[in-house]
C-alpha cells in the first residue's frame, strides 16, 4: 500500500507563484518516478512535469521556463515550484508516483486545487 498526500494549493493572481508538495508513504515499496499531472474542467488529464529517482526530468511545453520540479529522494516527496501563473494554469494538480512493486506499479493522490484569477 502506498499513501500519496498532496499539499500547497490554493488561489493566487496572474503572475503569481505557488509550491505543491507531494509526500509518498507506505511499506515495501521503491520508487521509480514522481510526477505531476493536472486536470481542467472538461479536458483530460495531462502531464505537468515527472522527475525519475535518476534525476530525469520532463516538463509540459506549457510550462517550460516556469515551473520546477524537484525531490527529495530520502523522503519520498517532490516539489513544484510555480512561477509567472496564468489563468490557464487553473485545474486541479495530481501527484503521481510509479513503483517497481508489479502488484501496485502506479499510486494517485487525492489532488490539490490551484485557481488562478484576478
Known amino acids: 500500500q502506498v499513501q500519496v498526500v498532496e499539499s500547497g494549493g490554493g488561489l493566487v493572481q496572474p503572475g503569481g507563484s505557488l509550491r505543491l508538495s507531494c509526500a509518498a508513504s507506505g511499506s515495501s515499496f521503491s520508487i521509480f518516478a514522481m510526477g505531476w499531472y493536472r486536470q481542467a474542467p472538461e479536458r483530460q488529464r495531462e502531464l505537468v512535469a515527472r522527475?525519475?529517482?535518476?534525476?530525469?526530468?520532463t516538463y509540459a511545453d506549457s510550462v517550460k521556463g516556469r515551473f520546477t520540479i524537484s525531490r527529495e529522494n530520502a523522503r519520498n516527496t517532490v516539489i513544484l515550484q510555480m512561477n509567472s501563473l496564468k489563468p490557464e494554469d487553473t485545474a486541479v494538480y495530481y501527484c503521481?508516483?510509479?513503483?517497481?512493486?508489479?502488484?501496485?506499479?502506479?499510486?494517485w493522490g487525492q489532488g490539490t486545487q490551484v485557481t488562478v484569477s484576478s
Open positions: 503521481k508516483v510509479n513503483t517497481l512493486n508489479p502488484s501496485l506499479p502506479v499510486a
Open positions: 522527475i525519475t529517482s535518476g534525476g530525469a526530468i
